[in-house]
């Protein structure tokens, strides 16, 4: 019978053998998801101009949340082999950048037409929160040896240099979170403002992606060391749960058009 490779477990604090192999699948079928928006984008008349930047604005969407999941199984294989290393916390950095740059795409669409007013100052306030997080990322080394010597003197040890990684890579943390959920509460606005305020089948569809990016969010949650060690929920939930989302969210704008 075959298995697939049993990944060793060092540093994490669960398996993650099952963990990986499912969001490797998950990427596989997000991908082919996102190609069909692709396809249906370039068979839409340039005349409907909406409608094809709808499309290729969700392909958009989907490819960088392949690019996070694909990160975040980098920062696995970093921290189960090198533990909480400066490259494991770029990794994790990446895919929240991926993570917003998601959101922004979305958010852009609804900005120009979904809703009225001032339509850019959110997708401005991301965007550049978006520029100075990808500074911290490629500058991550050099800040934290830099505040390693401000600190603990140039001869600095291994542990104080761990401490140092974990301060700094705190505070960056904090800052991705504000911004990664400030971003998905906008997201999760426009599509609530729909809902209220329209009827008919643009409402049903509003409906069906909010919720869809509801369970999007809850596999997220669920996939917390925590959570994963404890075996209170199994390590493939997540993926399946974000699948099912994603799928919710893609039917959504397929039947909108």
């Known amino acids: ?34 190609v069909l928006f692709l396809v249906k984008m370039s068979k839409t008349s340039g005349e409907v101009k909406s409608q094809k930047i709808m499309f290729r604005s969700v392909a958009v969407f989907l490819f960088l949340y392949i690019a996070v999941r694909i990160f975040f199984l980098f920062s696995d294989f970093e921290r189960n082999n090198h533990c909480e290393s400066i490259l494991y916390f770029q990794f994790v950095f990446m895919a929240y950048v991926c993570s917003i740059l998601a959101f922004l795409t979305i958010i852009r669409f609804g900005e120009n037409y979904l809703v009225k007013g001032d339509r850019h100052t959110v997708s401005i306030v991301i965007f550049v929160c978006v520029i100075i997080d990808i500074i911290l990322v490629i500058t991550l080394p050099a800040l934290i040896n830099f505040l390693g010597v401000q600190i603990y003197g140039s001869s600095y040890s291994q542990s104080e240099l761990q401490t140092t990684i974990l301060q700094v890579a705190e505070i960056i943390r904090i800052f991705n979170y504000v911004v990664q959920y400030g971003s998905g509460l906008a997201l999760l606005s426009f599509y609530v403002y729909i809902t209220v305020k329209s009827t008919g089948k643009l409402r049903k569809t509003a409906l069906m992606t909010l919720i869809g990016l509801l369970i999007a969010v809850v596999a997220s949650f669920l996939e917390t060391d925590t959570l994963l060690s404890s075996g209170f929920t199994p390590p493939y939930l997540s993926p399946i749960l974000f699948a099912v989302g994603i799928s919710i969210f893609a039917y959504a704008y397929l039947r909108a058009m």
Do not use: G, H, N
């Open 1 to 34: 019978m075959f298995q697939l490779p049993r990944i060793e477990q060092k540093c994490l604090p669960y398996d993650p053998t099952i963990k990986i192999y499912s969001w490797i699948v998950v990427i596989i079928y997000i991908a082919l998801i996102a």
